[in-house]
């Protein structure tokens, strides 16, 4: 199963943009790379994901390298409400009844006021 | 507003005691899932459904038991045989069974402790 790596934590202050890394250099051609954030008790958030080009939503960027062994989320300017545990996880493209999710230990992100 | 409804939010075990976890979903979600998160880990798969009357083991299936008899609900039972139940349970569903470029949409899970 592909596996991704993460930082344990990351520190940023409030309206500063936030780049937070992942590693992914088993991918395969089909995975897509989605992330996840988790507040506190709560369950995950989905934020962002994609294949080969970057991709922008209201809430986040995602910049994929060019060999896909790696992507980093952007958090344009961050919030004291963008703290949480960011997850960046691989999935299969294609239909199987043996695929799954891998879900690490994630990047838990403080926000400084 | 569409989305998943896990209850209760709390809930405690008494030794040798079947517990049943709820979740809802109105989204017309076809796949739905549970997941169990540990303290300082990421979510492990317990069980999963692609349609109704049909469901998969996931990683750590032992102790555990779903149904699926309709498209909107998916309860999880941890049953006596599961010695370490105390954690955060997650259900989620999608749109088609881990679709690649489809998220999962989570509850906001059922804490599980033992009495």
């Known amino acids: 199963d592909a596996k991704t790596t993460q930082p344990n934590s990351m520190e940023s202050n409030e309206e500063e943009p936030v780049h937070l890394p992942c590693n992914h250099s088993?991918?395969?051609?089909?995975?897509?790379i989605h992330w996840y954030r988790q507040l506190p008790s709560q369950g995950p958030e989905y934020v962002i994901h994609?294949?080969?080009?970057?991709v922008n939503n209201r809430m986040a960027s995602l910049a994929i390298a060019e060999d896909r062994k790696s992507s980093t989320l952007i958090l344009h300017r961050a919030t004291l409400r963008d703290a949480a545990v960011y997850y960046c996880i691989l999935t299969l493209n294609n239909a199987g009844n043996n695929r799954k999710l891998i879900w690490g230990l994630g990047t838990s992100l403080a926000v400084n006021p | 507003d569409g989305g998943i409804t896990q209850s209760p939010k709390y809930l405690f075990r008494k030794e040798g005691q079947n517990v049943t976890l709820s979740c809802e979903q109105n989204?017309?979600?076809?796949?739905m899932y549970w997941y169990r998160q540990d303290p300082g880990q990421g979510l492990r798969l317990i069980y999963y459904s692609q349609i109704v009357n049909d469901f998969q083991k996931g990683d750590i299936a032992e102790g555990y038991s779903v149904s699926r008899e309709k498209k909107e609900s998916f309860p999880l039972t941890v049953t006596s045989a599961q010695k370490n139940p105390t954690a955060f349970y997650l259900c989620?569903?999608?749109?088609?069974?881990?679709?690649?470029?489809?998220?999962?949409?989570f509850g906001d899970g059922t804490r599980l402790s033992i009495l």
């Open positions: 989204l017309n979600h076809d796949a």
């Open positions: 989620a569903s999608s749109i088609a069974q881990f679709g690649g470029n489809q998220p999962q949409h």
């Open positions: 994609g294949l080969t080009s970057n």
């Open positions: 088993t991918i395969s051609g089909t995975d897509y």
